[in-house]
């Protein structure tokens, strides 16, 4: 089955600076006001990493962030952590136990689309964990998804946030893989995969 890529603008209620979500930045050490850092290793997943900071910065300029648990900055949408606390600030990240969990479900008629708090459990983790890896053999198109959401999972210290786009299809919520099957076409579009929700996620996503 023949798959390809599919860029995608998304509407998205939250607002953050997108950052490398693995330890593949252009620069592999920052020097910044007489310390070094290094990129921040989040773990290999299916969420689109973020940074919870608002505000419009210039391109190769570095930005200390205040208030965090560690000494980071960011620069050019990485993150970096002090060279000494490296390992303390991966091993914190890449624990989903310092994560909360919350649903933006797209609202079209309302200033602010509405976020809920949700409970995930470990057994749904890893079922989303998992998703990317199984085969995938439902695909969409567009203007067959009844309704929009986004799954957030943000650091209680507030710094680093990831996110998967889901679709209401059929009464039942799926994830957006942004993969397009190229077997299919109508009016000039293509239908997207799209993989279902645990179970036991379904009634938490909440219209």
Not at 6 to 12: A, E, F, I, Q
Not at 100 to 108: D, I, K, P, R, T
Request: hydrophobic fraction near 35%; glycine fraction near 6%; proline fraction near 4%.
């Amino acid at each position: 089955m023949k798959k390809k890529n599919l860029m995608m603008v998304l509407l998205l209620a939250v607002c953050f600076v997108m950052i490398g979500c693995s330890n593949d930045s252009e620069v592999d050490k920052l020097e910044y006001q007489g310390k070094t850092y290094v990129p921040v290793t989040f773990s290999q997943d299916i969420f689109s990493c973020g940074l919870g900071v608002e505000g419009e910065f210039e391109t190769d300029v570095t930005y200390p962030i205040e208030g965090a648990q560690f000494d980071m900055v960011h620069n050019n949408g990485d993150l970096y952590v002090a060279e000494e606390q490296a390992g303390e600030a991966a091993n914190y990240y890449q624990d989903d136990a310092n994560y909360e969990w919350e649903v933006s479900v797209f609202a079209e008629d309302e200033a602010e689309d509405p976020v809920n708090p949700i409970p995930i459990t470990e057994d749904e983790l890893e079922y989303i964990y998992e998703m990317d890896d199984q085969e995938k053999d439902l695909a969409i198109y567009f203007d067959e998804i009844e309704q929009q959401a986004t799954l957030i999972k943000t650091s209680k210290d507030g710094i680093a946030r990831g996110s998967i786009e889901l679709a209401l299809y059929d009464g039942q919520w799926y994830w957006r893989t942004e993969i397009i099957d190229d077997t299919q076409e109508k009016d000039g579009t293509w239908p997207e995969y799209v993989y279902p929700m645990p179970e036991s996620v379904q009634n938490k996503v909440k219209l």
